[in-house]
C-alpha cells in the first residue's frame, strides 16, 4: 500500500505502468525545452499542517532542531508577517489554491470541510495548477487535500474520485482527501483510493469508518510514503518544468511521527517536527542532486498556528522542553488572534531572492496566485484571484518601498473577522455577523455560544507595539477603528480587494 511509484533501487510492474506516460511525456517536454531555453522557474510550494510560527528554529524555536527549514532561510528570505486567511485549514487552503477568501464562498463561517464533502472548487476558476498548466507546466499535488472530492452526496468511493485536484489543473495527485483520522485510511493515486478491493464499494462516513478497503494505511509511515512520492515525481519530471503542492499531514493530530525521528527533548511532537524537517530537506536533496535548484522557486509556510493544547500530553511535554509552539503571539489555531493566523514563510529562488534576509512585509497565502502569474507574466483576468495582490517584490527587493499589501481580512473558525491595515488589527466583535453555520457539531456549538454570548466590545491592536494583543486600544483611537470596519464591511459587500479584479 502507497508504495511509491519512483524507487530507484527496485520499481515493481504496478509503478511502472503509471510511470510509463509521464516518462512518455518527459520526452516529449524534453526536446521542446532544448529549443526553447528556461527562463521561468520550477515552483514547489510546501505548506506544512498546524505548524506554529515559533516552532522552527530560524523564527527562534528552543527545544527542536529544524536545519532543514534554517538552510532555507539562509539561502532565501524569512517572512516575520505572513499570514493564512483563515485560522483552520480548509479557509487557508482554498485561498491559497484560488486567491479567493474561502468566506467568498457559499460557506460563510470559517471552519473546514466535511471530510467527504464534494469539490469546492469550481472547475472553471483559476487556479495555482491551473495557472501552471496553462504555461506548459507538469503540475502535481502530494498530501492532505481537504477541499472536498466528488460530487454532492456521494458516499461510494469505489469509483472515480472526480471531480477533485485533477479537475482545477493538476496532472496528478497522491494524498489524503482529509486528515489521517477521516475516511477512506488509504491513499488517493489520481482518482483511486490505493487498497480498494475490487468489486466492493468504499464507504466513507462521518463517523470516520470506512469499508472496502484492504490494509489502512500504517499512520507513522504516511510522511515517508509522501516524501518520498514527491521526490520521486521531482526526479521522474526533471526534464521540464514543472509546478509541485506538497501539503504534508505533519505536524497534524494525531502526533504520529515515524520510530526513526523518536528521541527529540520536545517528546514525540518535537518528533513531528523533526520528521517534517527531513521532508523539507529530501525535497532539497533532490532538486540539489538533479541540479535543479538554481531555477527553482522554493516557499515553505503553514495553513494556520499551532495548536495549544493543555489537556494534551503532546503540547504540554513540547512546551515544558521549551518550544514556544507560535512564538509570543497569542493564540493558536481556530482563534481569532495571531497565533492562529501568523505563519512561519520562507522562500528561496537563487539569484531572485537575497539570500539569509528577513523581511517585515505584511503578505497572505491569497497572494500567491498574482504572485505566480508575476514569476511567470502572465494577465490576470478579471473574477480571479479576487483577494490576491502581487507580492513578487517583496520576495526579491529590500525592506525599503511601499508595502505588498496595505491590508489582509481574517476569519476565525468561530466566524470572527479581523482586519490588520498596517500596524493595527482591529477584531469585529459587536456588530458580527451573524453566521448560524450547523455543517458540524463543533462549529454549531461555536455559532450557539457566539449567539447567546451576546454583543461585545470591538477590539483594536497596535501589533507593532503590542504583537501579544494584550492592550486593547478601541477607546482611544475610536475614529481608526470606525474607519477599519467600514473598510471591512465594503471589501465584504464588493466581492473583491484586489484592484482590477472585480467582473
Not at 17 to 35: D, E, H, M, Q, Y
Not at 188 to 214: A, F, H, S
Not at 436 to 449: G, I, L, Q, V
Amino acid at each position: 500500500m502507497g508504495t511509491p511509484r519512483w524507487r530507484s533501487d527496485k520499481i515493481n510492474l504496478f509503478s511502472m505502468k503509471f510511470l510509463r506516460p509521464w516518462i512518455a511525456l518527459g520526452l516529449i517536454t524534453t526536446s521542446v525545452a532544448a529549443a526553447e531555453p528556461t527562463t521561468k522557474p520550477n515552483i514547489v510550494l510546501i505548506l506544512a499542517d498546524d505548524y506554529g510560527w515559533g516552532s522552527a528554529g530560524c523564527y527562534g524555536a528552543m527545544g527542536v532542531k529544524t536545519p532543514n527549514m534554517d538552510r532555507l532561510a539562509r539561502e532565501g528570505r524569512r517572512f516575520t508577517q505572513a499570514y493564512a486567511p483563515g485560522s483552520v485549514c480548509s479557509p487557508s487552503r482554498y485561498g491559497l489554491m484560488t486567491g479567493r477568501y474561502y468566506w467568498r464562498t457559499s460557506i460563510k463561517d470559517g471552519e473546514v470541510l466535511s471530510p467527504n464533502a464534494p469539490l469546492h472548487i469550481e472547475t472553471n476558476r483559476l487556479t495555482l495548477a491551473s495557472l501552471c498548466k496553462s504555461q506548459g507546466y507538469r503540475t502535481a499535488a502530494f498530501g492532505k487535500w481537504h477541499l472536498g472530492m466528488t460530487r454532492s452526496n456521494v458516499t461510494d468511493w469505489s469509483k472515480p474520485l472526480a471531480p477533485g485536484p485533477r479537475q482545477v489543473g493538476f496532472d496528478h495527485y497522491f494524498g489524503m482527501a482529509a486528515n489521517l483520522g477521516n475516511g477512506p485510511h488509504s491513499f488517493i493515486d489520481d482518482e483511486e483510493i490505493t487498497e480498494r478491493i475490487p468489486g466492493e464499494q468504499v464507504l466513507v462516513g462521518e463517523d470516520k469508518k470506512t469499508t472496502g478497503i484492504r490494509n489502512a494505511w500504517k499512520p507513522d509511515r504516511v510522511m515517508e510514503t509522501l516524501t518520498t512520492n514527491v521526490t520521486g515525481w521531482i526526479e521522474a519530471n526533471r526534464d521540464q518544468r514543472f509546478f509541485v503542492y506538497f501539503a504534508p499531514n505533519a505536524v497534524h493530530g494525531p502526533i504520529v511521527p515515524s520510530p526513526r525521528f523518536a528521541g527529540s527533548p520536545a517528546g514525540n511532537y518535537g518528533d513531528f517536527i523533526n520528521e517534517l524537517d527531513w521532508s523539507v530537506g529530501q525535497v532539497l536533496v533532490t532538486l540539489d542532486k538533479l541540479k535543479l535548484a538554481e531555477n527553482t522557486l522554493v516557499i515553505f509556510t503553514s495553513d494556520n498556528g499551532g495548536v495549544i493544547d493543555p489537556k494534551s500530553e503532546s503540547s504540554a511535554t513540547a512546551i515544558k522542553a521549551g518550544l514556544a509552539i507560535n512564538g509570543t503571539l497569542r493564540g493558536g489555531k481556530h482563534s481569532e488572534w495571531e497565533g492562529g493566523f501568523r505563519e512561519p514563510f520562507i522562500v528561496r529562488w537563487p539569484g531572485k531572492v537575497p539570500a539569509n534576509t528577513v523581511s517585515d512585509h505584511v503578505i497572505c497565502l491569497t497572494d500567491m496566485l498574482a504572485t505566480f502569474a508575476s514569476v511567470l507574466k502572465v494577465p490576470l483576468s478579471k473574477g480571479n484571484a479576487e483577494d490576491s495582490f502581487d507580492v513578487l517584490l517583496a520576495f526579491t527587493k529590500t525592506q525599503t518601498g511601499s508595502p505588498a499589501r496595505d491590508h489582509v481580512i481574517l476569519q476565525a473558525s468561530d466566524a470572527t473577522y479581523a482586519i490588520r491595515m498596517g500596524d493595527w488589527k482591529f477584531v469585529e466583535r459587536a456588530k458580527a455577523p451573524k453566521f448560524s453555520p450547523d455543517r458540524n457539531k463543533r462549529t454549531a456549538e461555536a455559532a450557539e455560544k457566539k449567539k447567546t454570548a451576546g454583543p461585545k466590545r470591538d477590539e483594536l491592536f497596535n501589533l507593532k507595539q503590542d504583537p501579544s494583543e494584550t492592550q486593547n486600544l478601541w477607546t482611544a483611537n475610536k475614529d481608526r477603528a470606525v474607519k477599519m470596519e467600514k473598510f471591512l464591511d465594503e471589501s465584504r459587500a464588493r466581492g473583491f480587494t484586489r484592484p482590477g479584479a472585480g467582473e
